[in-house]
């Protein structure tokens, strides 16, 4: 089988030389290295061993072989037509900003509709170069276990990819808020009248666009005229 791998025809023969329908997998491997896979849909049991299964063969492409006469199941390689749909617009890796013209290519199985609709069952693309067949980029997702150790063991290490990134811990900076309420009592014609009232009174009332920091917001009227002291639920005391 192909090693090594830096094109796209590599890449496809190895996807026509897999023998998809034999590959054995644990219960475990299938409830737990498949981030795209549904245990009780893409996978069937098999009939003699237990804790053995299979990729079930109605979810994968189905062809004939015309020199065996027999029907062939496996899984191959599509262009992905439209990458603001797929979530790729605007992510292009830097491996491919010197190409000139590439495409985005998806595993795909089995793209019947209605019960048995397109199967995809890894999030794994493959950036390839159109002019000269290579493999411009890898993107892995860190969940895809089992198709992440497959295709990293077939693919050329030179191949750029993210498949490290994914493993290295980053920084973040987490914003959180905490509301805080209270009551302020004013007279007026209406609602609305009282309102600007209370904050000609009180300027920090008026609202501000943004979510400043300290800035007070106006959330409607109130059944009480004081709130209660610990935790409570806001929405208990609001009057609509």
Known sequence: M???????????????????????????????????????????L??????????????????????????VYRLRLLAIKNHYNNNLYGNKPKSVENSKSYTIYEVVGSTGGGLWSKFVPTETKFWVDNYTDQLLYISYKRDDVWFNNFFTNKID????????????????????????????TAKGL??????????????????????????????????????????FDMNNFLKY
């Open 157 to 184: 290490k030179s191949v750029s990819n993210n498949y490290a990134e994914l493993f290295e811990e980053k920084t973040y900076h987490l914003a959180y808020e905490q509301s805080t309420y209270k009551i302020v």
């Open 46 to 71: 098999s009939n003699t061993t237990p804790d053995e299964f299979y990729f079930n063969k109605h979810k994968l492409d189905q062809r004939i072989d015309k020199k065996t006469q027999s029907d």
């Open 190 to 231: 209406d609602y609305e009248d009282a309102k600007k009232k209370a904050e000609i009174e009180n300027p920090e009332l008026v609202w501000k666009s943004g979510r400043i920091n300290k800035k007070w917001e106006n959330i409607g009227k109130v059944k009480v005229d004081k709130l209660p002291e610990g935790d």
């Open 2 to 44: 192909t090693n090594n791998i830096k094109t796209f025809k590599e890449l496809k023969k190895l996807f026509k030389d897999t023998q998809w329908l034999t590959i054995k997998f644990s219960k475990d491997e299938v409830t737990n290295q498949f981030k795209s896979c549904r245990f009780d849909r893409d996978f069937h």
